[in-house]
């Protein structure tokens, strides 16, 4: 007899190598805990492979199961899609989605255009901000949703990996590069607290010459040579160009992307577009 993966234990799949922790997986699908381990062993007799290594602090994928997550997430795609475009679902009204800058120059276009495809009447108001500002319009209740930057040692629900790099102009240096002259983002993000510990920990001294919430700020502060920025490896414009290994600057850490919202009070149309965010955003 021919083996079918279903639908519904793919999606709770997704959702649980998302979540990295059952229980918070079963919350989101609306299943019990038991129902879900249930979908999870069924999978893993359906493909002839172990999925998930249970810890102490969660589940984690194995070798095979970040295998399936990658069919996992195109057959999820379009599967939506085709349901998307013969049923006539399409969602309207209005959600407040907030993205940091670099994400949002790199990824942002094309998630809203995918987005406006299937749901046209859909409305969403964009805030670029600083993850720390996102967070906290988050609590107040400005946003619905929101994509944010997380160490990857202390969160397990990443979507995406960045790497840190720094940026410098092309084909030229900075200004007076002793201390080193930095354009960092404000004191409490995380490439701004990754740039400090990781030159204090190679003992190479800095000034701050531009901290500044404002992306575009800390680019021109860039191109016009008078410091070095630390960005994600995605944000770095094609006129700069991003310092390799062996230039006497320490490595950067890489960061995690994740999205936060309260799925228990959500709107559908919020739920339609985390799902969207889920699906597309890692294989960009």
């Known amino acids: 007899m021919a083996r079918t993966l279903d639908v519904d234990l793919l999606r709770s799949f997704a959702v649980v190598a998302e979540t990295a922790a059952l229980s918070r997986a079963a919350e989101r699908v609306g299943r019990s805990q ?16 172990p999925l998930l290594t249970r810890t102490g602090r969660g589940v984690l994928l194995t070798v ?20 998307a475009e013969f049923s006539g679902g399409t969602l309207s009204g209005s959600l ?54 997380v160490p990857i040692a202390v969160e397990r629900a990443i979507l995406r990996r960045e790497e840190l790099v720094w940026v410098l102009p092309k084909g030229g240096t900075v200004t007076r590069p002793d201390p080193l002259p930095l354009a960092l983002g404000d004191p409490d993000t995380l490439d701004h607290r ?11 001294a800095y000034r701050i010459a531009y901290a500044s919430a404002s992306l575009s ?3 021109a502060v860039v191109r016009s040579g008078q410091a070095v920025a630390v960005l994600t490896r995605s944000a770095v414009p094609p006129d700069l160009r991003i310092q390799g290994r062996g230039s006497g600057l320490p490595s950067l850490p890489r960061i995690g992307l994740t999205l936060r919202l309260d799925e228990r009070h959500a709107s559908p149309l919020t739920r339609a577009f985390a799902a969207h965010l889920r699906t597309v955003l890692p294989a960009l």
């Open 194 to 204: 990754a740039a400090l510990a990781a030159l204090d920990g190679a003992g190479r």
């Open 217 to 219: 700020g800390l680019l």
């Open 64 to 83: 095979q199961g970040e295998r399936l997550l990658v069919h996992a997430r195109r057959i999820l795609a379009s599967h939506d899609d085709a349901l």
């Open 34 to 49: 038991a129902a879900l381990s249930m979908q999870m062993k069924r999978l893993e007799e359906l493909v002839g492979r």
């Open 96 to 149: 407040r989605f907030g993205c940091p800058d670099d994400y949002a120059q790199a990824f942002l276009p094309t998630l809203l255009r995918g987005f406006a495809q299937h749901h046209p009447a859909a409305a969403i108001e964009v805030v670029c901000a600083a993850t720390p500002r996102l967070e906290g319009r988050l609590e107040r209740g400005g946003l619905d949703l929101a994509l944010v930057s």
